[in-house]
């Protein structure tokens, strides 16, 4: 499956696309009966909310399963998708990689438990010789602003920011009078079940907590272009998948 012209240009100017009913409905139900089997044991490796917030607390909240492509068949089935390839091989002008290094996560928005997810860009995590780094995420069930739905801010990923919009942990700062009138420019459309959204690493992004009684369950991975080395003995030279179309 290929992007039109008007996706591509679409992409590349506002740093994100959402694709409507990309993935199967029935893939979606396995992907999420799966998930919250490894949710309910709280299955190494995890991120917690606890641990992303500084919170010394004994208590468990799970932000995020790590390392899913290893986990379950039908984890990697979704993570190396053909009907996907050529539009991530569009948006990245060269063959994608999938780096396992980075997102290959279950991410979760547990009910009143969760916390806000700050305004980032996902690059400041990752080590590569240049951003062409795109990210793809599922829509398990509905997402919406009330229950933590993603929110992106259009053209964030052609801008250099000085230093000083971002806190020490790389958060945009909310206060930074400059900052305040790059978020007003924040959009979001509400996902169902198959959707996905392809965003750049750069590109600006948040979710509030989950004010509602249901849990957000969502699936992320990233590609990079193949051209787009890892850095040698970084978080991010880590084991990849050739995804060849």
Request: hydrophobic residues 35%; proline residues 2%.
């Given at each position: 499956?290929?992007?039109t012209?008007?996706?591509v240009?679409k992409?590349?100017?506002d ?13 979606c139900?396995?992907i ?7 949710l ?14 500084s919170?010394?607390?004994?208590k ?7 390392q899913v492509?290893d986990?379950?068949?039908i984890f ?8 996907i390839?050529?539009?991530?091989k569009q948006?990245?002008?060269?063959t994608?990689?999938l ?10 928005k547990l009910?009143h438990?969760?916390t806000?997810t700050f305004?980032?860009?996902?690059r400041?995590y990752w080590?590569?010789?240049?951003d062409?780094?795109v990210?793809?995420w599922l829509?398990?069930d509905?997402?919406?602003l009330e229950n933590?739905l993603l929110?992106?801010?259009?053209g964030?990923?052609?801008?250099n920011?000085?230093k ?8 945009f ?11 007003k ?8 079940k198959?959707d996905i959204?392809?965003f750049h690493?750069k ?6 907590k989950?004010s509602?009684?249901k ?5 992320v991975?990233?590609v ?7 850095l040698e003995?970084?978080?991010s030279?880590?084991k990849e998948?050739?995804l060849?179309?």
């Amino acid at each position: 499956m290929e992007l039109t012209k008007e996706q591509v240009n679409k992409f590349n100017e506002d740093g994100f696309l959402i694709i409507k009913n990309f993935a199967q409905k029935d893939l979606c139900d396995k992907i999420l009966e799966k998930a919250k089997i490894h949710l309910e044991k709280k299955q190494a490796p995890i991120e917690s909310e606890q641990e992303y917030m500084s919170l010394n607390e004994n208590k468990i909240t799970v932000r995020r399963l790590r390392q899913v492509y290893d986990r379950e068949e039908i984890f990697k089935e979704w993570m190396t998708n053909l009907d996907i390839r050529p539009m991530l091989k569009q948006v990245l002008n060269d063959t994608p990689v999938l780096t396992l290094a980075h997102h290959n996560s279950i991410m979760t928005k547990l009910p009143h438990e969760s916390t806000r997810t700050f305004w980032h860009q996902d690059r400041r995590y990752w080590n590569f010789e240049n951003d062409d780094l795109v990210s793809v995420w599922l829509a398990l069930d509905e997402e919406f602003l009330e229950n933590g739905l993603l929110e992106f801010i259009p053209g964030t990923h052609k801008i250099n920011f000085e230093k000083s919009s971002f806190d020490e942990d790389s958060n945009f700062v909310d206060e930074n009078e400059y900052n305040q009138e790059i978020i007003k420019n924040r959009v979001h459309q509400n996902l169902e079940k198959g959707d996905i959204v392809l965003f750049h690493c750069k590109t600006l992004h948040h979710a509030s907590k989950n004010s509602t009684d249901k849990a957000k369950i969502s699936f992320v991975y990233t590609v990079r272009a193949k051209s787009n080395k890892p850095l040698e003995n970084t978080r991010s030279d880590f084991k990849e998948i050739i995804l060849e179309c």
